[in-house]
């Protein structure tokens, strides 16, 4: 434990002296300071492995917690490190199963499809038929993606999660976050680490995602095969297609990048709005197209959920994006759980109509993220706690608003989502409960118009 | 006592023809307005939601004088959603059971070495 916390502190330290030269010695202008020092954070949680890669994904969607060259810097972040030999990766499975391999499946390749930093992804072929939780059955012969948590991945992240809160404090005193409440943002980091080590979950949830989307065949997920399926190995259906940032070639065998933008847009929206759970964790490597214009979701390692009424919150705050509304944005944001001091309720309010009125791009279309992530930092600026899952959501919208403009640049991805909120307001216009709130006040409305 | 009676239903029956002639107004606005007009503001987006209420109101009036002429009607043809959560949930417990049955294999294999 204390040579990790020397490897962790010299990794660090290492990092920070060789920025100092472009940061200017500490007396270059503050962006280009911040941008070195950021380099230097995220080439050190590189180097430092798997817990530090998924803090520096964290970090990438706060923007509210730190500066935004951080954000830019964690965002920018890669999760490739070299594969692990396939010894390796056959030892975990032998220790989950007490087989080899080839005695589960019909084949496995040992040449790794893609490795990260928690888990590595190998093909393997259905040795028997499987009927999947949802949908028809998969044939013997199918191809599968056999997820394979890294030995000594989950380990090594939880020790080092331990040892990165004395590392929190130091971020903390070197002023690189604006609010920064570490211990908070660790518990968070563990929690959704646990998550992600244990790979049923993720299992489940795509399961869960084939069945909400049954009735769309251009959404899809691999559906996951349960008996040779455990904690630390997920065997599922192979996607196959083009990654969203491989899409030149995509586009070239003739992708529908509008269908695209505006089914894939709609598709997350759905999530949000309907079903309240969601792939927290979308960027162009975690979503698939078919060349029949089929987008498939991979890793939902990541997953937002959303109760009823944080749902009809979160539509009131859409809503108030179209209608330019601060005081409806605020109201319904407070019901989201963040909580304006009352001595900041103007200051706040009068910048939140500024955000939203710079909204519309010059060709007409909204610009989400400007409002989003603006409205995030707005609240970090006036230290105002921001509820994680609030952060993730508004953060999710943005990078699905990003990754539809980056297929179809003119899309308004408020458009798509005003379907959904109209239903949801719709809905709840009907619900009995607020008739019955509302209807005299309306009478009584009615009867004044009509006495007038 | 009988003018006044007369006088509350009169009043009553101008609030409903006063709040159908505006909703009329409003299904004929939001119709001329299409998906697009719904942004531009609340009354906007009423007129909209009226129109949308419209066109689900004609398809019920479809639907109810098919099935008053013995036909079946498109949501009859839909699957029942409880029915199809039902058959979710079966199927995930079966993936569990799968999943549990693959472990005591495991646990039973490595007992036994």
Redesign the interface.
Known sequence: MASRRLTIVGTVARHLIGALPAAGFGLAPGTVRRTAFARAWRRSFEDLGPAFIKLGQLISVRPDEFSDELVAEMQSMQDAVPALPAAAIRAVIRSEFGREPEELWASFDDAPVASASIAQVHRATLAQPYKPVWGVELPAGTTLAIKVVRPGAAESIRADIAIARSLMERVARMRISRRFDPIALLDEFALTVDRELDLRMEGRFADRFTFDFRDDPKVVAPRTVWPTTTARVLAMEFMTGWRLSEIETAKAHGVDCYALAVHGATAFMRQVFVYGRYHADLHPANLFVTPDNTIAYLDFGIVGFLTDEERMNITQVMAALVYRDPDRALKYSAKLGVDVPADRVEVVRTALGGLLDGTYRPDGTRDFAHFGLGFLKLLGENDIKIPSGYGLLIKSLATVEGVARALYPEIDIVETAKPFTTRILGQAMGDPARLYERIPAAIRAAMREIVA | MTDDVMRFFA?WM??HE??DEGLKAAVLRGDEGG?EG??G??DA?VD??AA??AEEKEKLKRDLEARARGEEVSIETQPDPAL?DLR?EV??L???L??I???LE?LV??SG?
Request: glycine share 16%; net charge neutral.
């Open positions: 009043a101008l609030t006063a709040a998906p719904m942004g503001g609340p987006f909209g939601l949308m209420v199809e979710f199927g995930e079966r993936g569990r799968d999943n049955e693959s472990l495991t294999r490595k070495s």
